[in-house]
C-alpha cells in the first residue's frame, strides 16, 4: 500500500515537469530564427540586431518562456520575416501544401494520360480476326506438316 | 499553369525588391513624393502619419537602438529640432527592426522630444530604399523628397543644409 501511495506521489510530482516539456535549447532557436537586417539564422549571424535578439532569447528562457512563447514574442516586434521557416497555419499553410498538391496533381495527371493511352491502342494482335486469305494459306501450310 | 503563375510572380517579386525605392529617384535627380506612412508613436499614444505634416519641413531619421552611429547623431537631431521646431520644421524618428522596450530606453536616455514611431517589422525601408541605419532624408512643404539623402551619423553641416533646402524647395 505504501509502495502504490509512493509511486502515485512520485507520478503527481513528475506530471508538471512532463506536461511542461524540457526548457527550449537558445541554439535551437538561433537556428529557427532569422537576423531581420540580414537575412541568415541568428546563430549564422554576428549583426548588432542577431547579438540583441540571441541575448533576448537567452533571458527569456531564463525566465522559463517556452519556444513558441518567445518565437511568437519576436514574431510581434519583427514581423513573420524572422522566422525561418513559415507558420504552418493559416494562409500560410499554402506554402507547406501548393508543392505537396503540386506532386498529387502531377501523378494523377501521368496516371490519366496512361489510362487514356493504353485504352486508346486498338485491340490487341491476338485477338484481332486473321484475312480470310491469309488464313488458308496457313491453313494449308499447316496441312503439310500432318501425318 | 502553376509553375507559370508562381514564375511570374517570383519575377514580379524580383523586379520589385530591386528597385531602389524612393532613394534611387532621389539620387538620379527628381524629387519623388515621400512614401506615406501611419505607424504607432513611440514616445506617446496613437499614431503619427506622415500626411498629417503635409504643410511643414519634415526631418525623417531612420534609426535602431542597437545601432552606434545612432547613439552619436541623437543628440545632434535633438538639439536641431530644439532650433527649428517653431520655424515649421519637424524632425521625426523611424525606429525600425528593433526591440520597442530597447527603443523606448533609447529614447529616454537621450531625452528625446520629437515624434518617434515605431516601425519593427520595417515595412517603410523597402519604400525609401533605406540600406542601413542611420539614414536620413528631407521632406520638403508639399511631400517631396529633396536635398541629399544622408547615409550613416549625419553631421550638424549636413542637417542644416537639408533642412535649408527643404525649406527653399517648398512652395
Known amino acids: 500500500m505504501k509502495l502504490v501511495a509512493a ?10 515537469a512532463l506536461a511542461g516539456g524540457d ?17 541568415s539564422t541568428l546563430d549564422q549571424s554576428d549583426a548588432p540586431v542577431a547579438r540583441r535578439m540571441k541575448a533576448y532569447i537567452r533571458s527569456r528562457i531564463a525566465a522559463g518562456a517556452g519556444a513558441d512563447e518567445i ?13 525561418a521557416e513559415p ?52 491453313d494449308d501450310e499447316l496441312a503439310r506438316f500432318e501425318p | 499553369m502553376l509553375v507559370a503563375a508562381l514564375l511570374g510572380l517570383l519575377v514580379w517579386k524580383v523586379a520589385k525588391g530591386s528597385d531602389g525605392g524612393a532613394a534611387a529617384e532621389l539620387a538620379s535627380g527628381r524629387s519623388p513624393a515621400a512614401p506615406v506612412f501611419t505607424l504607432p508613436r513611440l514616445d506617446t499614444d496613437g499614431e503619427l502619419s506622415l500626411a498629417s505634416l503635409e504643410g511643414k519641413v519634415v526631418v525623417l531619421n531612420f534609426w535602431a537602438s542597437w545601432c552606434l ?22 524632425i521625426v524618428g523611424v525606429d525600425a527592426q528593433d526591440f520597442r522596450a530597447d527603443a523606448k530606453r533609447f529614447t529616454r ?63
Do not use: M, N
Not at chain 1, 526548457?23 to 538561433?30: F, K, Q, S
Not at chain 1, 498538391?101 to 491476338?126: E, F, K, N, Q, T
Not at chain 2, 545612432?70 to 545632434?76: A, H, L, N, S
Not at chain 2, 540600406?131 to 532624408?137: A, C, I, L, R, S
Open chain 2, 109 to 171: 536616455r537621450f531625452g528625446v522630444t520629437y515624434p518617434v514611431v515605431y516601425d519593427g517589422k520595417g515595412s517603410t525601408l523597402g519604400r525609401y530604399g533605406v540600406t542601413g541605419f542611420p539614414e536620413t532624408y528631407f521632406v520638403s512643404r508639399d511631400g517631396k523628397l529633396v536635398g541629399e539623402r544622408v547615409q550613416g551619423e549625419i553631421s550638424d553641416e549636413q542637417l542644416e543644409r537639408g533642412i535649408a533646402a527643404a525649406l527653399s524647395a517648398s512652395p
Open chain 1, 7 to 16: 509511486a502515485l506521489a512520485a507520478l503527481a510530482l513528475a506530471a508538471p
Open chain 1, 87 to 138: 507558420p504552418k497555419r493559416g494562409f500560410d499553410l499554402l506554402i507547406w501544401w501548393l508543392p505537396l498538391g503540386g506532386i498529387a496533381l502531377a501523378a494523377l495527371a501521368v496516371g490519366a494520360l496512361a489510362w487514356h493511352w493504353s485504352r486508346s491502342r486498338g485491340p490487341d494482335v491476338a485477338e484481332a480476326p486473321l484475312d480470310p486469305e491469309l488464313e488458308r494459306r496457313l
Open chain 1, 23 to 39: 526548457p527550449p535549447r537558445a541554439a535551437d532557436l538561433e537556428a529557427e530564427l532569422v537576423c531581420p537586417t540580414c537575412k
Open chain 2, 69 to 90: 552611429p545612432c547613439k552619436e547623431e541623437t543628440p545632434r537631431l535633438q538639439r536641431a529640432w530644439e532650433r527649428w521646431r517653431d520655424k515649421g520644421v519637424v
Open chain 1, 71 to 83: 518565437k511568437q514574442e519576436l514574431v510581434d516586434q519583427f514581423g513573420p520575416g524572422v522566422l
